[in-house]
């Protein structure tokens, strides 16, 4: 797909740890998308396992995707039965940094399918990638000397709106040639953790 483009993020560090949760509750956004209620332990922390329930049935990994950061759970072609709730471990922000003229770039995996007889080729996306990219972006010492830790980063798609993109993420790479407290100019990448999602105003 086309490379997305904004002109402004926020980046957020998240804490070391996690903190438990049990049963947590979620709210049917429809189109099978469920998502934790308490807007305070919306950001998952991949690193901990997460157990989604249906009623009192766990429901197979494979039969949902994660949106970390924004704390939902995409069913796609499973119909749950009862009532959807979460255990795992949420973490805890802090605003980090704020990201200027970001890049978002969404790169499927697509695997060749044909049915018998089929005059055409058909080609089917098994996995999507996505990497995030800033020209500059404003950051202070903690940033820096804290880079390997989880990231939840929202991409903005204009300066007065709140639409935006949310995702968690890995620093992948970040150049650093000028002092502390100032703007830097070297491209800074992260790699996105999980599913992409957007969230309207």
Partial sequence: MAVLAGRNADIYIASVSGTSMTGEATTSLGSGV????????????????????????????SRYQVAF???KIDFGDYTP?????????????AQAAQGFEWTLDVQP??????TFGDAWKERTCVMREATCSFQRFYEDEYFFTNGARYFIVACY????????????AMMSSQGTTSGVN?????????????????AAS
């Avoid at 469920?34 to 157990?51: C, F, M, S």
């Avoid at 995996?109 to 044909?114: G, S, V």
């Avoid at 100032?182 to 957007?198: A, M």
């Fill in 34 to 61: 469920y998502q934790i209620t308490d807007a305070a332990k919306r950001a998952i922390n991949p690193n901990a396992t997460l157990t989604v329930l249906d009623g009192v049935a766990t429901v197979p990994a």
């Fill in 69 to 71: 950061g924004t704390g």
């Fill in 157 to 168: 798609l204009n300066v007065s709106g709140a639409d935006r993109y949310v995702f968690g």
């Fill in 109 to 114: 995996m697509l695997e060749e399918t044909q």
């Fill in 182 to 198: 100032e703007t830097v100019k070297q491209n800074v990448q992260f790699s996105v953790h999980g599913v992409l999602d957007y």
């Fill in 81 to 93: 039965a009862g009532t959807i709730t979460v255990t795992g471990e949420y973490l805890t922000l």
